[in-house]
């Protein structure tokens, strides 16, 4: 037991919270620090006059740990998102301390989104969280307090050097083309122009924010998208803002072809990712040539490491 609660202390709670039960830890207000490795560093173990966990007591300790967040978030009850979270916690003990970090607020989604839906936009969330934290450089905050009314999903830091943001969506299949009402005759000819996701991407404009780098990562249920396609699909988006297009603009509460470009040199990248994350096709990425803030070669590298295909 006095080997749990070391472990438990040291990866999954807040600073100044120590020796806290699990059912009394409180939600944080910051982002969380990267999980110590296999031993623990001297000043910990000299500290506390400890010896370093051995990696088979850290397995067990991420296995109790696992089920009692498995139990906090699902109350034992099937659901939808319990297989690929108890496969997820057991793979990853950097995931296992974002969880117990936020288990509060995960809990909370879970019980508000009760449709399919809504749920397997949840799904992408965490596993984003999943896929980022295989790269440790990478650190998240989930849901970060902002000065604007709507805020990315992610604050992403580049070990301490680079922050920049991410938000998560989904386009589902049976999703409305909105974007094609308001200028139904306005994709050039011989090419291919997704407008339902470009209907998506401007949805995402306003949670941009400035200072940083941000991408948006769109999640599709079924992947065609050629890099052609993608390239087609923001030209296009372009266009519309240069020809200050009214109904286009009103569309997205932009007062003027300026705001709308203020908004678009926000967005460094568009990444566009199939279901199956496992297929080495998987991802579709656009580079904004325009973004007033790009991420830097080294961030990028690790941001396409964490969604590359395994096969």
């Given at each position: 037991?006095?080997?749990?609660?070391?472990?438990?202390?040291?990866?999954?709670?807040?600073?100044?919270?120590?020796?806290a039960?699990?059912?009394?830890?409180?939600?944080?207000?910051?982002?969380?620090?990267?999980?110590?490795?296999?031993?623990?560093?001297?000043?910990?173990?000299?500290?506390?006059?400890?010896?370093?966990?051995?990696?088979?007591?850290?397995?067990?300790?991420?296995?109790?740990?696992?089920?009692?967040?498995?139990?906090?978030?699902?109350?034992?009850?099937?659901?939808?998102?319990?297989?690929?979270?108890?496969?997820?916690?057991?793979?990853?003990?950097?995931?296992?301390?974002?969880?117990?970090?936020?288990?509060?607020?995960?809990?909370?989604?879970?019980?508000?989104?009760?449709d399919?839906?809504?749920?397997?936009?949840?799904?992408?969330?965490?596993?984003?969280?999943?896929?980022?934290?295989?790269?440790?450089?990478?650190?998240?905050?989930?849901?970060?307090?902002?000065?604007?009314?709507?805020?990315p999903d992610?604050?992403?830091?580049?070990?301490?050097?680079?922050?920049?943001?991410?938000?998560?969506?989904?386009?589902?299949?049976?999703?409305?083309?909105?974007?094609?009402?308001?200028?139904?005759?306005?994709?050039?000819?011989?090419?291919?122009?997704?407008?339902?996701?470009?209907?998506?991407?401007?949805?995402?404009?306003?949670?941009?924010?400035?200072?940083y780098?941000?991408?948006?990562?769109?999640?599709?249920?079924?992947?065609?998208?050629?890099?052609?396609?993608?390239?087609?699909?923001?030209?296009?988006?372009?266009?519309?803002?240069?020809?200050?297009?009214?109904?286009?603009?009103?569309r997205?509460?932009?007062?003027?072809?300026?705001?709308?470009?203020?908004?678009?040199?926000?967005?460094?990248?568009?990444?566009?990712?199939?279901?199956?994350?496992?297929?080495?096709?998987?991802?579709?990425?656009?580079?904004?040539p325009?973004?007033?803030?790009?991420?830097?070669?080294?961030?990028?590298?690790?941001?396409?490491?964490?969604?590359?295909?395994?096969?």
């Amino acid at each position: 037991m006095a080997v749990f609660f070391a472990c438990f202390n040291t990866i999954g709670e807040p600073t100044g919270r120590k020796h806290a039960s699990f059912a009394r830890l409180g939600e944080p207000t910051v982002s969380i620090q990267r999980p110590v490795a296999a031993s623990y560093p001297p000043s910990y173990t000299h500290s506390h006059n400890w010896q370093p966990a051995t990696t088979r007591g850290i397995r067990q300790h991420t296995t109790m740990l696992a089920e009692e967040l498995l139990t906090y978030l699902f109350d034992g009850q099937p659901h939808l998102l319990a297989p690929p979270m108890a496969a997820w916690l057991a793979s990853s003990r950097r995931f296992t301390t974002f969880v117990t970090t936020y288990r509060s607020k995960i809990r909370k989604k879970l019980r508000t989104r009760p449709d399919p839906a809504s749920l397997l936009d949840l799904q992408l969330e965490l596993e984003t969280a999943y896929l980022l934290l295989g790269q440790r450089p990478l650190n998240l905050a989930y849901e970060p307090q902002c000065e604007q009314p709507r805020c990315p999903d992610f604050a992403v830091t580049f070990t301490t050097s680079l922050t920049f943001m991410l938000e998560v969506t989904r386009l589902q299949a049976e999703q409305k083309n909105t974007l094609a009402a308001s200028a139904p005759n306005t994709v050039p000819e011989g090419q291919f122009v997704d407008l339902r996701l470009a209907d998506t991407i401007c949805s995402k404009l306003g949670q941009l924010r400035p200072h940083y780098s941000n991408v948006l990562l769109i999640g599709l249920e079924t992947f065609g998208l050629t890099h052609d396609d993608l390239r087609a699909t923001m030209l296009h988006l372009q266009q519309r803002g240069e020809q200050s297009d009214e109904a286009f603009l009103r569309r997205y509460q932009l007062r003027s072809r300026a705001e709308f470009f203020r908004a678009y040199r926000r967005l460094s990248e568009v990444l566009v990712r199939g279901p199956d994350i496992e297929t080495a096709e998987s991802l579709t990425v656009w580079v904004n040539p325009q973004a007033k803030h790009a991420l830097t070669s080294k961030v990028r590298t690790a941001l396409y490491r964490s969604h590359a295909g395994k096969t």
